[in-house]
């Protein structure tokens, strides 16, 4: 079966292997989410300081060396550069599995952190390399759901796991050997050149005016959205609701964010100049209706509209951010634009617990 790239076409093992380089991605720290609040017990003998480095060292890690990965794009073999950042954050989950000592554990995370940091852009610049036009679009809209869909599905699996031992927790990470297996079949496929009259071969270098536009406007819809996840449970909480409607409500943000990629062509086509704006109200009413509204309903819409808003900016900010580069440097620009949701990741937790500490003083 062959897949049109809007320049030719593609198998699809090479497609899956480019949409499982997607899936990998948003992995990272996701094992110590469902033992979070038993790392002490786990780790008696662990400072505060060390389950700190546990839960942020990895993270922080991601940030310079997804910046470093774009930029050795355009220097060296891409595929080769991938399947390393693949191959070290598979085995520093193998480490995790096996891993006693709470010092072993940072470790191991942080390098997987390096590991998955060279990984990063090259889920967004595979779909850039191989596709154009609609069909480039239509597929950073499904890599985009993958992305969130494989975060959805592993985040109920590993809690699953983890509440019968948390060493398992960290099957998740051997995942990464998938991506490296299915990787045979892209290097046996050889992109076709960029059409002479697509928007990246009318540009000569990154116009960074215009990458810092992408970023900032990616960093403030990551960073309020993020909030849902962060803010949500403290917001039941004053309004006297079960938490129980916390879990539900982020699973349906999931969701919301996940679906709009599956069909991303379609709603671009049905709103036209106004995709962007429409999606910035749809978050905007969103975060007010979850942040004023203490009514259930309300609020599920409100997590519903912004989760929509988001999962479609999201594609968009990346095809944007394709079109502004030559082919050869268009890894380079997406990893500058990933790299600032990754900045608001580690920077919204922060943010949040100071609000909610002044809000309840």
């Not at 390399?129 to 985009?144: A, E, H, M, N, P």
């Not at 699996?157 to 990470?173: E, K, L, P, Q, S």
């Amino acid at each position: 079966m062959k897949i049109s790239t809007g320049k030719g076409e593609i198998s699809l093992l090479a497609l899956l292997a480019i949409w499982s380089v997607s899936a990998v991605t948003s992995l990272p720290g996701l094992a110590i989410s469902p033992i979070l609040e038993d790392l002490s017990r786990i780790f008696p003998s662990a400072s505060e300081l060390e389950i700190q480095m546990l839960t942020s060292l990895p993270s922080l890690l991601i940030i310079p060396f997804v910046l470093l990965s774009g930029w050795l794009s355009q220097r060296g073999e891409s595929l080769t550069l991938l399947a390393g950042g693949l191959a070290v954050f598979f085995a520093s989950g193998v480490v995790c599995i096996f891993a006693k000592d709470i010092r072993l554990l940072i470790v191991a995370s942080s390098i997987m952190g390096i590991g998955a940091g060279v990984a990063v852009p090259y889920s967004t610049g595979l779909v850039v390399r191989y596709f154009t036009g609609d069909s480039r679009v239509r597929q950073l809209g499904i890599s985009s759901a993958v992305n969130n869909l494989s975060l959805v599905l592993a985040t109920a699996v590993v809690g699953w796991i983890a509440t019968r031992d948390w060493h398992m927790a960290f099957i998740v990470y051997l995942l990464p050997a998938v991506s490296m297996i299915m990787l045979l079949a892209l290097r046996n496929t050889k992109a076709a050149p960029e059409p002479k009259e697509s928007d990246q071969m009318r540009q000569t270098k990154i116009s960074w005016m215009r990458l810092t536009g992408l970023s900032l406007l990616y960093f403030v819809i990551t960073f309020t959205t993020l909030v849902i996840t962060f803010y949500l449970s403290f917001l039941l909480e004053k309004y006297r609701f079960p938490q129980e409607f916390s879990s539900v409500m982020i699973s349906l943000f999931f969701l919301a964010i996940m679906l709009p990629g599956f069909a991303l062509n379609t709603i671009i086509r049905r709103l036209r100049s106004m995709t962007i704006f429409v999606s910035l109200v749809a978050i905007v009413v969103g975060l007010l209706l979850v942040g004023t509204v203490p009514d259930i309903p309300l609020m599920t819409l409100g997590v519903v509209l912004t989760g929509a808003g988001y999962g479609v900016l999201q594609p968009v900010i990346y095809d944007k951010t394709a079109i502004i580069a030559p082919p050869e440097a268009a890894t380079k620009a997406l990893s500058v634009v990933m790299t600032v949701n990754y900045v608001a990741v580690v920077v919204c937790p922060f943010v949040v617990d100071f609000a909610e500490r002044i809000f309840r003083q």
